[in-house]
């Protein structure tokens, strides 16, 4: 751009009509704005309260981002954002539309956000996430990609848990309850305690753990990869996650007192490993049962039947992930 000079006296201007333009004429601005590069998926179902956080969120990432709304599975969606070249792409929700857009980008360039809106918001929680919207867009625009391992069953990607056996049921009666009252975290407790009250027995289980396998009977098993989560209930197993393993829990009960009172102390936290369930980690994980072809299983909250057996593995450094700040540091003093 031409930098301006200071005007001439009329007896120094040029004596013909071949005058050059004024020297303090500006070139017209360049209205052209850099194109997005975020992509933030959400539910266009959302209530007017989660409508109002993607408003905040929004605000802050500015014409950096493009908003596309998904109703059911937010795969296809997170798909499509791949192949239109986004590099990060936000995940708006809780944990289960965080595992549908993970279980999307997982071996692709694209990196995930995470901008939370559930209930618990286990996964977005581990990354060291701010639950305030407008932080947290400002902690993702800061942030930096990382590649962590995930977990898959039968080729689904799992971000905090796989739940079999009666935890399905919890979810569908948690599911209900929420449509009737709202969401909340007692009403979330108070549906798995009526779960339980209609415990038949347990059922027959075998595994396969890294080539052996054994044989349980249980009503309920954990397969666990956040280990916020397993802070969150007082559960040893953390050092498993950190491994790139599975943290494995059985339940040892097998009456509703006794599940009951399991609920309880998981609620606060004091689960005895001696008494209440059985961890086993491992690395690879086949899970089976006799005369069935599928089973119905819940995993970061979502329910779908899947075919049997399940079959688990890690998928190492399989997803990218935006790092706020703070956690981006913490990661790199632990590899240091």
């Given at each position: ?306 075919s049997l057996p399940l079959t688990f593995d890690i998928d190492a450094d ?19």
């Amino acid at each position: 751009m031409q930098m301006p000079t200071a005007a001439l006296p009329d007896s120094a201007a040029p004596p013909d009509d071949r005058a050059a333009p004024p020297d303090d004429r500006a070139a017209p601005p360049d209205d052209r704005a850099a194109p997005a590069d975020i992509c933030v998926i959400a539910n266009s179902r959302s209530g007017s309260a989660n409508r109002a956080i993607l408003a905040r969120a929004l605000a802050v990432f500015g014409s950096r981002a493009v908003l596309h709304s998904f109703e059911g599975d937010p795969a296809p969606v997170a798909e499509q954002a791949v192949r239109d070249g986004y590099p990060i792409v936000v995940a708006a929700g809780g944990d289960g539309t965080v595992a549908g857009v993970a279980h999307a980008l997982a071996g692709t360039p694209a990196a995930l956000a995470v901008l939370p809106m559930g209930t618990f918001n286990y996964f977005a929680r581990g990354l060291n996430t701010p639950q305030d919207p407008s932080a947290a867009a400002t902690a993702i625009l800061a942030g930096e990609p990382h590649a962590i391992a995930v977990g898959t069953v039968n080729g689904r990607v799992f971000l905090n848990n796989v739940a079999l056996g009666l935890y399905p049921a919890i979810l569908d009666d948690r599911e209900a309850t929420y449509l009737r009252f709202g969401r909340s975290r007692i009403l979330a407790h108070w549906s798995a305690l009526r779960t339980i009250l209609r415990l038949q027995r347990p059922m027959r289980w075998s595994f396969v753990i890294d080539g052996m396998t054994v044989v349980r009977r249980t009503p309920m098993i954990f397969i666990a990869r956040s280990a916020y989560q397993l802070d969150q209930f007082g559960l040893a197993g953390t050092d498993a996650i950190s491994q790139d393993r599975f943290a494995i829990y059985i339940a040892r009960q097998s009456t509703r007192l006794a599940l009951l009172k399991l609920a309880w102390r998981l609620m606060r936290g004091k689960v005895d490993l001696s008494s209440d369930v059985e961890l086993i980690q491992a690395k690879t994980l086949v899970i089976d049962r006799r005369r069935r072809r599928s089973i119905r299983i819940a995993y970061d909250g979502e329910r779908e039947k899947m075919s049997l057996p399940l079959t688990f593995d890690i998928d190492a450094d399989g997803l990218s992930v935006i790092l706020p700040p703070e956690k981006a540091v913490m990661v790199k003093g632990a590899v240091a």
